[in-house]
């Protein structure tokens, strides 16, 4: 059974940074693509960036360019985000999520196993 551990989430001041951490385990991963998601209160859940696990492609909405990177560390198994010039916008539950078939895409509906959420708190 596949599943998705995020950790590393709290509160920064604006302009801060937080390294989220995703833990995976179930199966092997490669193939797959790993993304993340947020979800602010009272907003839709939305892309940040994604990563193939096999190459390390990766891939960002525009909101987080520049200032987010998106790796993965196949010995641990672990996915990370690293959040940089943090802002109060970008506040919200941040979810690991992984796509089997692959796609390298920022829908929702293409990411097939999620994981519980972590609370990142920005503020200004």
């Known amino acids: 059974q596949v599943q998705l551990v995020e950790s590393g989430g709290g509160l920064v001041q604006a302009g801060g940074s937080l390294r989220l951490s995703c833990a995976t385990s179930?199966?092997?991963?490669?193939?797959?693509?790993m993304g993340w998601f947020r979800q602010a209160p009272e907003k839709e859940r939305e892309f940040v960036a994604a990563?193939?696990?096999?190459?390390?492609?990766?891939y960002y909405a525009d909101s987080v360019k520049a200032r987010f990177t998106i790796s993965r560390d196949n010995a641990k198994n672990t996915v990370y985000l690293q959040m940089n010039g943090l802002k109060p916008e970008d506040t919200a539950v941040y979810y690991c999520?992984?796509?089997?078939?692959?796609?390298?895409?920022?829908?929702?509906?293409?990411?097939?196993?999620w994981g519980q959420g972590t609370q990142v708190t920005v503020s200004s």
């Open positions: 999520a992984a796509d089997s078939f692959g796609r390298f895409s920022q829908a929702i509906y293409d990411y097939n196993y």
């Open positions: 179930g199966r092997t991963f490669s193939g797959y693509v």
């Open positions: 990563i193939t696990w096999i190459g390390g492609n990766t």
